[in-house]
């Protein structure tokens, strides 16, 4: 079977420019796609926007001491959901959500679970 797979593009931006990015793809006809979190020794944080079955990828990368985003849900408001998710999972605080749950959105046994731990001394 042959699967034919389009290039992809990759812009990383500085989290100060994600809002006026966002608007930008909004006013192009991209539709948001998802926005998705990798945690380690930093946050990469990668919105996904899709126009006529291309995929674009933009990305910020935060540091995970203090991680801040401004909200894309004046472009996009279902972004709401992965912002919050973004909260409660990561911990990482999103400012301006249209609809902010506040660290509820789900219901957790541990607060912020995929946030990057702080690693333990070998005994």
């Known amino acids: ?5 389009e290039e992809q593009s990759l812009v990383v931006v500085d989290k100060g420019q994600i809002v006026d990015k966002a608007t930008q793809m909004s006013k ?7 926005i998705s979190c990798l945690a380690k020794d930093s946050y990469e944080v990668t919105y996904s926007f899709d126009k006529n079955y291309a995929c674009a990828h ?14 894309i849900t004046g472009a996009y408001f279902a972004a709401f959901t ?4 973004l909260q409660d999972l990561f911990g990482i605080k ?3 959500l249209a609809l902010d749950f506040k660290g509820k959105f789900y219901k957790l046994s541990v607060k912020t679970p995929f946030a990057p731990q702080p690693q333990q001394p070998a005994q």
Do not use: A, I, T
Request: zero cysteines; aromatic letters at 6%.
């Open 94 to 96: 999103v400012s301006g």
């Open 58 to 71: 933009v990305r910020v990368v935060l540091p995970k001491d203090n991680p801040e985003l401004p909200s």
């Open 28 to 34: 192009e006809g991209f539709r948001l796609v998802q």
């Open 82 to 85: 992965y912002e919050n998710e």
């Open 1 to 5: 079977m042959m699967v034919h797979v």
